[in-house]
């Protein structure tokens, strides 16, 4: 079976706007309510619960337009595809890492204080948990069902710019934050939205942004990090990491395509 999907979903233009818009919402709602009680209630378990729920949601939707179920989002559950989360998931890891070595390099950030090596492991394994479902719900949200809507619509890159566009939307806490978030937010949406395009399948994209979000919790709540005596932009330093790794996802996801092809 080939890595990616060969054939579109089952989609078709009788379906209305008014339907497509309804499911989304469906999945909106139900992700930024779980957004709400972290945010404002710090209730670790129903944020959990409804991140997680995010995805019958993702099904109960996909049923009701006619699909087969969460395939038509790409995400299909096999061996093979499991790669692809896990290539994803490890180019992510070296890709971050490598940029928060750069910024500890650069003097953009100090660490100022390291746990004890139980307490690190420990901590990053909890945080690398609880991670995973927010990466998963917001890549359905966000990618997933508007590729499995407006593949054959738009152009790739007219659906990498759109899906951009529409997660740094999601954002909603954010939205104020200036220029720079927002140029943040938008490279990181190409970055994840690119591989989708060719691959055809999420979960490439789910691996590498789980792997981000990992990378950034444990700068966050493991570590103790400060803003080191440089004044270059720690932010703007990512968002030119992830801009690379978006190239990186191009190649990687043009060579699986092709490899696909060739089977």
Do not use: C
């Amino acid at each position: 079976m080939p890595l990616v999907q060969t054939t579109s979903p089952s989609f078709t233009r009788e379906h209305s706007w008014l339907a497509i818009v309804a499911g989304y919402l469906a999945l909106a709602l139900t992700y930024h309510a779980a957004e709400y009680a972290m945010r404002f209630h710090q209730h670790i378990p129903l944020f959990l619960g409804l991140m997680l729920a995010v995805v019958p949601v993702a099904y109960l939707v996909a049923r009701l337009q006619g699909f087969r179920g969460l395939r038509a989002w790409g995400m299909q559950f096999n061996q093979k595809y499991a790669l692809l989360l896990l290539l994803g998931f490890a180019l992510g890891l070296l890709l971050n890492g490598l940029a928060f070595a750069l910024r500890l390099w650069m003097g953009i950030e100090v660490v100022t204080f390291v746990p004890d090596s139980s307490t690190l492991v420990t901590q990053t394994l909890i945080f690398a948990a609880g991670t995973f479902l927010p990466s998963l719900a917001e890549d359905i949200l966000t990618r997933g069902y508007l590729f499995g809507h407006l593949q054959g619509r738009l152009s790739r890159w007219g659906f990498v710019l759109v899906s951009s566009a529409v997660y740094v939307l999601n954002h909603l806490y954010s939205l104020d934050d200036g220029f720079a978030a927002l140029a943040y937010l938008f490279a990181l949406g190409i970055m994840l939205a690119t591989p989708l395009v060719y691959t055809k399948n999420l979960w490439y994209t789910v691996g590498a942004h789980w792997a981000g979000n990992i990378v950034y919790r444990l700068g966050q709540d493991v570590l103790t990090v400060k803003e080191g005596p440089s004044t270059f932009s720690g932010l703007w330093e990512l968002t030119i990491f992830v801009l690379l790794f978006a190239v990186v996802n191009y190649w990687v996801g043009r060579r699986i395509s092709k490899a696909s092809r060739l089977r």
